[in-house]
């Protein structure tokens, strides 16, 4: 039984070899591919040129009026009619500063290098629920809809791990990921993600405030309850 499987062996062998050349023969013909993969495509290369357009090129001029992400535009260009439309963010990372980076050489510092306003915490909220809500949950407990579809491990932002750590390390989770979660940096612009800090901070606050540092009414109403 196995002499024939293995003249049957060499047989193919031979046939393929025969067939397919060995590997570096000089041929002017095409190589025999047997796995093609995705070689060969319908597509163009950059800089070649195109019978398609009237211009002969393949590369198409984008569309007047178009801002590359991230570029810092005057009006509101990026989230026509979202909540807070007005505001510019400027830009990705692309310095080794601590606006850029979240950290002052090899340490994370604390603080934040933009000002922090109830606008750009508002920002805060509105990029935080469309990119991190889906697994962190709204109010950063770790339990948002992703984790019901398998994410696991989430953090929880309301630990006392991360409400301790600085400001920059929180920034640099989001522009670089940690562990299972993805790098945020190369999608969400720079004041957005301070933005998200910040509003990351008053999630964390809101859980954890002390009757005191309420406004009077506030503590009345609260102690008038049973
Ligand atoms: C796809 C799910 C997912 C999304 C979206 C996501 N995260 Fe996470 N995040 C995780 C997981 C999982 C961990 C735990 C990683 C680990 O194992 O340390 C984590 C950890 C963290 C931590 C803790 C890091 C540490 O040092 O322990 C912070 C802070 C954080 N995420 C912030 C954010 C912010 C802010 C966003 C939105 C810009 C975001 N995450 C979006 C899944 C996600």
């Known amino acids: 039984m196995l002499r024939y499987f293995f003249i049957a062996f060499l047989l193919v062998m031979v046939a393929v070899v025969s067939l397919a050349g060995f590997r570096g023969s000089k041929s002017a013909l095409p190589p025999i591919e047997i796995f093609p993969d995705m070689d060969h495509q319908p597509k163009y290369q950059p800089q070649h040129p195109s019978g398609f357009f009237a211009d ?23 989230q026509a009619g979202a909540k807070n439309g007005a505001f510019e ?83 640099s989770t989001i522009t670089n990921g940690k562990n299972t979660m993805g790098a945020y940096g190369p999608q969400i612009a720079l004041d957005d993600r301070w933005a998200i800090v910040a509003y990351i901070r008053a999630l964390q606050k809101s859980q954890n405030v002390k009757l005191a540092e309420l406004p009077e009414a506030k503590q009345k109403e609260l102690q008038a309850k049973p």
């Open 56 to 78: 002969g090129r393949s590369a198409r001029k984008p569309v007047d009026g178009t801002v590359p992400m991230g570029y810092a535009m005057h009006g509101s260009y990026l």
């Open 89 to 171: 963010p400027a830009g990705f990372t692309n310095q080794p500063d601590y606006y850029n980076t979240g950290k002052f050489g090899d340490s994370y510092g604390d603080g934040f290098p933009v000002e922090v306003t109830s606008k750009l915490i508002a920002r805060g909220q509105e990029r935080f629920n469309i990119n991190c809500a889906v697994c962190h949950g709204k109010v950063g407990m770790g339990n948002g809809v992703a984790t019901q579809y398998g994410v696991a491990a989430v953090a929880n932002l309301q630990d006392d791990r991360i409400r301790i750590m600085p400001d920059g390390q929180l920034f």
